[in-house]
Antibody, heavy 125, light 113 residues
Framework: QVQLVQSGAEVKKPGASVKVSCKAS????????ISWVRQAPGQGLEWMGW????????NYAQKLQGRVTMTTDTSTSTAYMELRSLRSDDTAVYYC??????????????????WGQGTLVTVSS | DVVMTQSPLSLPVTLGQPASISCRSS???????????LNWFQQRPGQSPRRLIY???NRDSGVPDRFSGSGSGTDFTLKISRVEAEDVGVYYC??????????FGQGTKVEIK
């Protein structure tokens, strides 16, 4: 069965960086992408960006450009999201979700069908 | 950028009664392949989001048939035919037509009166 298992909660100081992992199992990792979504306390869902596990191509939300980097390790079927220069408003639960690797594959519907359990990142001095 | 606007943002419903959530996009969501990649998610308290509907009206496996999606172009609707207690949560629409950029609506909180 498909599973996305994320790393544990983190507490960081303002200005620091955090790296969250998302380990995939139950499917061919390199045939899909991973999107990252975050949710601040009491707020809605915010899409952060996408990475292809096939070739490492990325697309980041404009507001996070320059602060976020998404990578994958195909040897361990793990995706990573690193966020730098943390601020208090980065406090949120961060989710990974399975995505496609090309627009032509959207038609199959295999996107955002599986999600990780979420990782709480708290930014506080 | 595409903006997704949901209404209402809060929806108190009586058990057994229908509920309807609207989602409007600032641009057409018809993809060049002819499909419309408008999706609906449910997020119960304390849980990860769960996809209910993809491509406007396709229910995911295990989703009760009281949930239905409809719409076209820029206007879409999620309907719950008879609300049950387990349907309490926040519902989000999300567009994928402009992949690899995804956009969520603000969310609609469904609660029992």
């Amino acid at each position: 069965q498909v599973q996305l298992v994320q790393s544990g909660a983190e507490v960081k100081k303002p200005g620091a960086s955090v790296k969250v992992s998302c380990k995939a199992s139950g499917y061919t990792f390199t045939s899909y992408g991973i999107s990252w979504v975050r949710q601040a306390p009491g707020q809605g869902l915010e899409w952060m960006g996408w990475i292809s596990a096939y070739n490492g191509n990325t697309n980041y939300a404009q507001k996070l450009q320059g602060r976020v980097t998404m990578t994958t390790d195909t040897s361990t079927s793990t995706a990573y999201m690193e966020l730098r220069s943390l601020r208090s408003d980065d406090t949120a639960v961060y989710y990974c979700a399975r995505d496609v690797i090309s627009s032509g594959l959207l038609i199959r519907g295999y996107y955002f069908d599986y999600w990780g359990q979420g990782t709480l990142v708290t930014v506080s001095s | 950028d595409v903006v997704m606007t949901q209404s209402p943002l809060s929806l108190p419903v009586t058990l057994g009664q229908p509920a309807s959530i609207s989602c409007r996009s600032s641009q057409s969501l018809v993809h060049s392949d002819g499909n419309t990649y408008l999706n609906w998610f449910q997020q119960r308290p304390g849980q990860s989001p769960r996809r209910l509907i993809y491509k406007v009206s396709n229910r995911d496996s295990g989703v009760p048939d009281r949930f239905s999606g409809s719409g076209s172009g820029t206007d879409f609707t999620l309907k719950i035919s008879r609300v049950e207690a387990e349907d309490v949560g926040v519902y989000y629409c999300m567009q994928g037509t402009h992949w690899p950029t995804w956009t969520f609506g603000q969310g609609t909180k469904v609660e029992i009166k």
